[in-house]
């Protein structure tokens, strides 16, 4: 694992704003020198974490050594309880749960003949470009926010390059961007898309599925932070595909119960060969609201049009209303009066 100190000196904070933090106790909800995030996609600015925030992140992440679970058959987990430390968790969730855009998304599939109306119970949103391109300077997210360049020679991409995207792609904001370096440094992986879901309750969920989409590569890593009410988080082994039998332990259903500020590392072949969800829940913290924010790393645009058209699409834009204490539709009442 790479040391703290590395950590350190990767997010120097400039000298005048250093000395502004320690002036500051650790839970003070001073706002951030740093400048919002702002890109020609984004809805409305987002907000850099307030100092207080992004102190702790830099100088006391992990909270805790990742735990490596690798004791069933093709399963590789590292979980980190928590990764977030405890005096943060709860400013972090209601920090991005107030400050980001988010969407309920609706699409069609077709099983056959017939198409199915899917609403996807729950709110989500997605940053990021797949390996290919980058974004060029110019814009206030930490990736850069201004065109898409080609990663390799710096060309503007072709305009067409990512027609088959619902929306174009966005970077991922300052914060969120913050999160993934330092992710990165402790999980050895590098990412792309920052994937963001808040389940509003014990009715939103996620459907027992695997990220083992061919644009993520072969044994994909996916860092997946959980902030707010705590949730189960299942996983069970796929059917083998050869007619082989499971052992006994390894046909279980394995029960996480995630509370705010862990963090799980799904590695090697667990994509390949396990499921996971996130089922509806009555009772306990759920009303509470959870938000999972996961990264990855997309290789081809083909990754790049999946995650917008599935955590983003057409609809309409979603703000938490700190009064009524849920998400609203969002309308830009400046601009474009609806
Ligand atoms: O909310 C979670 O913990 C899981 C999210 C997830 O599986 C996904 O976004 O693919």
Same mark, same amino acid.
């Given at each position: #694992?790479?040391?703290?100190?590395?950590?350190?000196?990767?997010?120097?904070?400039?000298?005048?704003?250093?000395?502004?933090?320690?002036?500051?106790?650790?839970?003070?909800?001073?706002?951030?020198?740093?400048?919002?995030?702002?890109?020609?996609?984004?809805?409305?600015?987002?907000?850099?974490?307030?100092?207080?925030?992004?102190?702790?992140?830099?100088?006391?992440?992990?909270?805790?050594?990742?735990?490596?679970?690798?004791?069933?058959?093709?399963?590789?987990?590292?979980?980190?309880?928590?990764?977030?430390?405890?005096?943060? &968790?709860? &400013?972090?969730?209601?920090?991005?749960?107030?400050?980001?855009?988010?969407?309920?998304?609706?699409?069609?599939?077709?099983?056959?003949?017939?198409?199915?109306?899917?609403?996807?119970?729950?709110?989500?949103?997605?940053?990021?470009?797949?390996?290919?391109?980058?974004?060029?300077?110019?814009?206030?997210?930490?990736?850069?926010?201004?065109?898409?360049?080609?990663?390799?020679?710096?060309?503007?991409?072709?305009?067409?390059?990512?027609?088959?995207?619902?929306?174009?792609?966005?970077?991922?904001?300052?914060?969120?961007?913050?999160?993934?370096?330092?992710?990165?440094?402790?999980?050895?992986?590098?990412?792309?898309?920052?994937?963001?879901?808040?389940?509003?309750?014990?009715?939103?969920?996620?459907?027992?599925?695997?990220?083992? &989409?061919?644009?993520?590569?072969?044994?994909?890593?996916?860092?997946?932070?959980?902030?707010?009410?705590?949730?189960?988080?299942?996983?069970?082994?796929?059917?083998?595909?050869?007619?082989? #039998?499971?052992?006994?332990?390894?046909?279980?259903?394995?029960?996480?119960?995630?509370?705010?500020?862990?963090?799980?590392? #799904?590695?090697?072949?667990?994509?390949?060969?396990?499921?996971?969800?996130?089922?509806?829940?009555?009772?306990?913290?759920?009303?509470?609201?959870?938000?999972?924010?996961?990264?990855?790393?997309?290789?081809?645009?083909?990754?790049?049009?999946?995650?917008?058209?599935?955590?983003?699409?057409?609809?309409?834009?979603?703000?938490?209303?700190?009064?009524?204490?849920?998400?609203?539709?969002?309308?830009?009442?400046?601009?474009?009066?609806?």
């Amino acid at each position: #694992m790479v040391q703290k100190r590395t950590l350190d000196t990767f997010f120097q904070p400039p000298s005048q704003k250093k000395a502004k933090l320690e002036d500051q106790p650790a839970h003070s909800t001073a706002t951030t020198s740093q400048p919002a995030s702002t890109h020609k996609t984004y809805p409305f600015a987002v907000p850099q974490f307030p100092d207080s925030i992004q102190e702790i992140l830099i100088s006391s992440t992990p909270a805790a050594e990742g735990k490596s679970i690798t004791h069933l058959q093709d399963l590789d987990l590292l979980y980190f309880q928590p990764f977030i430390p405890k005096s943060i &968790e709860n &400013e972090l969730f209601n920090f991005l749960r107030s400050k980001l855009f988010f969407y309920r998304v609706k699409y069609k599939i077709k099983r056959g003949p017939l198409e199915t109306d899917i609403n996807t119970p729950r709110f989500t949103t997605v940053f990021g470009l797949d390996e290919t391109s980058k974004f060029g300077p110019g814009g206030g997210g930490s990736g850069g926010g201004g065109e898409i360049l080609d990663t390799k020679s710096g060309v503007k991409v072709p305009v067409d390059k990512y027609k088959k995207c619902v929306c174009e792609p966005r970077p991922i904001p300052a914060c969120l961007d913050q999160l993934r370096q330092i992710t990165e440094v402790f999980t050895g992986s590098s990412y792309n898309f920052c994937l963001v879901n808040y389940y509003a309750g014990g009715n939103d969920s996620i459907s027992y599925h695997s990220d083992d &989409e061919r644009f993520l590569g072969p044994e994909p890593a996916i860092a997946s932070f959980s902030l707010g009410a705590r949730r189960d988080f299942l996983l069970r082994h796929k059917p083998p595909k050869n007619g082989e #039998m499971l052992g006994d332990e390894d046909s279980k259903v394995l029960k996480y119960p995630l509370v705010s500020g862990d963090m799980i590392l #799904m590695r090697g072949k667990t994509q390949a060969n396990w499921l996971h969800s996130i089922p509806k829940r009555k009772g306990g913290e759920v009303d509470k609201g959870r938000i999972n924010i996961t990264f990855r790393k997309a290789m081809v645009p083909g990754g790049t049009a999946n995650y917008y058209q599935y955590n983003v699409g057409v609809g309409e834009v979603y703000k938490w209303n700190p009064l009524s204490r849920q998400m609203e539709p969002w309308t830009d009442h400046g601009k474009s009066p609806s």
